[in-house]
């Protein structure tokens, strides 16, 4: 029989007896460089992780606590620093000229904390007190200075403040939220920014309704006195103030306005920086009213009516609008008196809808028919 044999010896024992039969020469030489490999892969270095590793566990382990304290010593060394403006800012009078440049060296403080805009969960509840008290600080002078523009300004910075819960402070509490929110609402008041004001009432009277529904006594809302258990925006005086002078501007009653506006109706003494621009625009108001409701007003009834203290004021103050004033009385300017000359020319001195038989007669009928659409709502009701 003839055997086949495998022309591709796999077994461990044809590959040694193939390699006995290599020629001397060729298996030194394979010999030689199984030898320099060996070599080779002995004097191979670490790797460089291994190397790192085994520098950092050969190193003092003072070396490396030391290296943050640096940064610790001028962490402590800044909140000194702000705590001391800080008292300077707090005893310095009301309107002093140091104030500016102590809030401004206690922004730049809050800048190198890292603390004008707050991180929750990442900034100390220290730096956090520190830096609501340095604006809101800012926020008052701005309002005593009537520089209504930093003030502004100021109050939108408080508002990531304001936003956060009081367990982050380190005072566990609101801070003056409640006094430069309610001249905020102010200030809107007396621009005659009624949707910004309805606006922030509205988010207000969402998170006391949230806060009463948590804890069941409003918190976060100052309240006048927690004896009678007033409480949320009815029971805050600075919060209220501007929502029933609101309400009173609405409905008209401008004395009850004006009584809340003097100093012994505001409930701060920055209050009543804005009372006296309201006070000023109510009294506007009732003179462009009194200008075409009347020909003319004793001086003694305008100085009621326009509530100005002297009848010098009420002089003064009808100079500056251009009326006349003769024999102890007020002579307002004719309304529309161009018009109706206008009118006179085009149906023969008749007017629109003064002077002449016509126009008496469309403005009885004007009259009657609005009492009769009176009558019938009354009705309706």
């Not at 040694?16 to 020629?23: I, R, Y």
């Not at 956060?164 to 905020?184: H, N, V």
């Not at 020319?345 to 403005?363: N, T």
Request: net charge negative; glycine share 10%; charged share 20%.
């Amino acid at each position: 029989m003839i055997s086949t044999l495998n022309p591709f010896p796999t077994n461990q024992a044809s590959r040694e007896k193939k390699a006995h039969k290599l020629p001397s020469g060729l298996a030194q030489i394979f010999s030689n460089k199984t030898t320099i490999a060996t070599a080779e892969q002995e004097q191979q270095p670490e790797p460089q992780q291994k190397k790192q590793q085994h520098s950092l566990s050969n190193t003092p382990a003072a070396t490396i606590s030391t290296s943050s304290a640096p940064s610790s010593a001028m962490s402590s060394k800044e909140e000194s620093h702000l705590s001391s403006l800080l008292h300077q800012l707090h005893s310095s009078p009301p309107n002093s000229p140091t104030i500016p440049s102590l809030l401004s060296q206690a922004k730049i403080a809050l800048l190198h904390l890292n603390a004008l805009i707050p991180q929750p969960g990442t900034t100390p509840p220290k730096h956090l007190s520190l830096a609501r008290q340095v604006l809101e600080t800012g926020a008052l002078y701005s309002i005593r200075a009537q520089n209504v523009d930093a003030f502004t300004r100021y109050f939108q910075q408080l508002q990531p403040f304001y936003e956060l819960p009081d367990e982050l402070f380190e005072s566990k509490d609101r801070g003056q939220r409640s006094k430069i929110t309610g001249l905020f609402l102010l200030l809107l008041l007396t621009k005659g920014d009624y949707a910004g004001f309805h606006t922030l009432l509205e988010g207000l009277e969402v998170e006391s309704a949230a806060a009463e529904s948590a804890s069941g006594n409003g918190i976060g809302i100052e309240t006048i006195s927690k004896e009678k258990g007033a409480g949320g925006l009815e029971g805050d005086r600075f919060i209220s103030y501007p929502v029933m002078l609101e309400q009173w501007l609405m409905e008209g009653a401008y004395d009850r306005v004006w009584k809340a506006c003097k100093k012994d109706g505001v409930p701060g003494e920055e209050f009543a920086v804005f009372s006296e621009v309201l006070v000023h625009t109510i009294r506007s108001e009732i003179a462009s009213c009194s200008e075409k409701a009347y020909p003319s007003l004793p001086i003694t009834n305008a100085k009621d009516l326009l509530f100005l203290d002297s009848e010098g004021s009420v002089v003064d103050f009808a100079q500056n609008r251009g009326w006349t004033v003769r024999d102890g009385r007020i002579y307002f300017p004719a309304q529309g008196q161009g018009q109706e000359h206008a009118g006179g020319e085009e149906d023969g001195g008749g007017g629109m809808m003064g002077g002449g038989k016509e126009g008496g007669l469309l403005s009885g009928q004007v009259i009657e028919n609005t009492i009769g659409y009176a009558r019938e709502l009354e009705t309706i009701v």
